[in-house]
Each structure stands twice: as structure tokens, then as C-alpha cells.
């Protein structure tokens, strides 16, 4: 293994479900190139194939056709390297916040200690500690989402696969978790690959924007993002920022005049 090589390739990934009304293709022929420790996020319409991408890069879906590599390897079977924040926050019912919170970690046997001091961080961190006791159904939306959230962090994997993590907060919340974010990603050099609907979140994230075309999603094109690390508000009035964004939403058929 070289230094370059990536630590995730999506070569020539197809994918189609076979449903009722017959065959979707939700992916077709995506190839894609993820670096250690970059910040990858992806866009596209409604439907486009972004949750399936993620869960093949996962491995939690064997695509129809094409192969996913994690760091030069076969990547087949899921890994504790990767860890997956669902679009949907999936909490057990019978387990608090904080004890779902602890599942990944538990299931992956981090020692007692780590794990508990792992746990109270994220939840401060998520503005979530008053409630750990609390029971999925006890829990707002948000909530549940920064839940899921803190259930990704705390079982500390060195690949993070976000699919849409903050679509349901607040533009308050969503920003400063943004940040957070971003302050444990770069303090960790963890890899990233982020699905967002909000363009000016995958731009202010992300070292690369791939967007992504409509059902069958195919990458329509992956633009670098030229701001300076580490992000700041102040950014979102930048040229470059904004020139992004308007040129995202125009690829996207979002109105730009
Ligand atoms: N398990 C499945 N069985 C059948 N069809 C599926 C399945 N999962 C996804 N699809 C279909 O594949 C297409 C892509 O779905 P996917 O969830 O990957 O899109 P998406 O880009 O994540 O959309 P959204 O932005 O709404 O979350 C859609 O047409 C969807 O109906
Ligand atoms: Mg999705």
C-alpha cells in the first residue's frame, strides 16, 4: 500500500432493487475516491441513490455491480472502522439515551472507562446530558438525531458515513453542530463522507462537494471547495463560498435569480 492510496474507492458502483413495480436503479456506475482524513460531502435530488451509496460503502448493501475498497482491500462485509449515522435515528425503546448511546461501544468491547468519559463528552457536547436518562419516546426529533449522533462518536470510528445528520434541527443547533463536527474530525483525522440537502452546509464542510444527478444517481461533478480550514461563520459571506453555492444550485435546478 502506498501513501496515496485512498482509504475508500466506489469503483464503477451500480446499483438496482428489485420492487413490486418492477427494477430501480438508484446508482449507476459511481466511482469516487475518498482520501484519509478529507471531508467529502454529497448532493443531489430527492431519491438520487445518496442514502444507498452510503450504505454500500458501508457494506451494509452488496451493490449489483462494481466493487467498494477500503484502503486497497475488498471491502465485503461491514467494519467497526466505519461508523453509519442513519437518516433516520433508529434508538432502541427499551434502552435510555445514554445506554443506546453506549451500544456500538459495548458491542465493540471499549473498556468501561473510555467509553463512559467518551459518552458524557458527546452528550455535553450535544447539549443532551440532561436528558440521558430519558427514553426514545420521551425524546424530540432533534433530539433523537443528535442521539444518533452521539451513538456514531462514542464508538470513535475512523470512517464516519452521515446521512442527512442534522436535516431535522433547528438552523441554530445545525450550525453549531456543524462545527462540532468539525472540530472532532480535524482533532481526530477521522474521514469523512457527509449527505446533506442543505448546499451551503456541504460547501462550508466539506474539502469536496459531489453532486449528484437524479435517479439513476450518477456524479454529476465533484468540486473542490476553496475556503481555508478551519471554517468560520464569517466564511458564509466569502466569494468563494457563495460562487459554490450558486453554481451547486444551478447544477441542482434550484433557482438562482
Ligand atoms: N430497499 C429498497 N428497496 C427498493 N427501492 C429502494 C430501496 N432503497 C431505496 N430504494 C429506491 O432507490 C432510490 C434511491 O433511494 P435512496 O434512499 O438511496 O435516495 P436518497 O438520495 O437517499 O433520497 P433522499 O434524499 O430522499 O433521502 C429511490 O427511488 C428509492 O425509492
Ligand atoms: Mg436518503
Redesign the pocket.
Known sequence: MTESTPIIEVVDVS?S???SDGV?R??SDVTLQVQEGEFVSLV??????????L?VVAALLRPTSGVVRYRGDDHIEPRSEFGVMF?APILLPWRSLEENVRLPGEILGIPEEVLTSRVDEVLEMTGLEEFRAKYPWELSGGMAQRASLCRLLASDPEILLL??PFGALDEFTRESLDDELLRIWRGTNKTAMF?T?NIGEAVYLSDRVVV?TP?P?RIAKVLPVQLPRPRAASMLRDRNYLDMVFEIRGMLGVATT
Open positions: 446499483q432493487y428489485q420492487t430501480i438508484a446508482l443531489g435530488p430527492s431519491g438520487c441513490g445518496k442514502s444507498t451509496l450504505n437518516q446521512d442527512e449527505v440537502h449528484m435517479r444517481g
